[in-house]
């Protein structure tokens, strides 16, 4: 996770507190993000979550703040991030609007959810918060029509990326090497493409073919992926999580 540490900064020049209803998966690696970078500091942090065990283990490995309830979070923070599952998020509004009564003002409220709008936020929650989606890490500018994407492509899109490294693990390992060294070589492969895509600017078309080389290696092992169908695969797992993301913002 990428964070600003000016991001942070409460408008006073004072320590922003920054609160998270739910500690599961995306929840834990947006809090390690923004202790490890030195964003936040830990006694900054406060969470809370239903299954006690997340709290418990964030607290003991980075000293964060365990809440027991998401009232408490919400009295606690200046900066609250939703990030439970969407059918709860409606009711977490509720418990944030009656934890934050007291405090003189509300808190910037980030929901990770799929498939929640703007509009569903500002209706559950009341006209003194303010909603925001990319308060943390880099922000892109979409409509809002297109968040279900943007869950689809990003949101979903680790999964797909750990499943790839995963095959290319395994066929590290038929190949004759051992697991630990394939699966090292493997994720090491993935960050280096991937951040020559992020520095280069360069369209990953163009980046495959400069290493690409007429009758080698790596242009049998392209079009063994073709007819194995792979462009085809992850094209459809973008649009199959898309479309699941929908169907949860109607429910």
Known sequence: ????????????GGALRVGFVGAGMMAGAMIRGLVKTGSCAAEHICASDVYQPCIDALATELGVRG?????????FADLLVIAVKPQMVQQVCFEIVEGAA???????????????TLTSLSEWLDESYR????????????????????TGLSGSGPAYVFQFI?????????????????????????RGAATMVLETGKHPGEL?????????????????LEQGGMRAAVMNAVVSATERSRELGRK
Request: overall charge neutral; some cysteine.
């Open 131 to 150: 909603v925001m989606l990319g308060a943390l890490g880099s922000a892109f500018k979409v409509k809002e029509v297109d968040l279900d994407a943007v």
């Open 67 to 75: 809440a027991t309830s998401n009232q408490e979070v919400a009295g």
């Open 166 to 190: 995963e095959a290319l693990s395994d066929g590290g390992v038929r190949a004759g090497l051992t697991r630990p060294v394939a699966t090292a070589l493997a994720a090491k492969t993935v």
């Open 102 to 116: 007291s405090k003189p003002k509300a808190p910037i409220v980030v929901s990770i959810a799929a498939g929640v």
């Open 1 to 12: 996770v990428l964070v600003s540490p000016m991001v942070l900064a409460g408008c006073d």
């Open 208 to 224: 495959k073919d400069q290493v690409t080389s007429p009758g080698g290696t790596t242009i049998a092992g392209v079009h063994a």
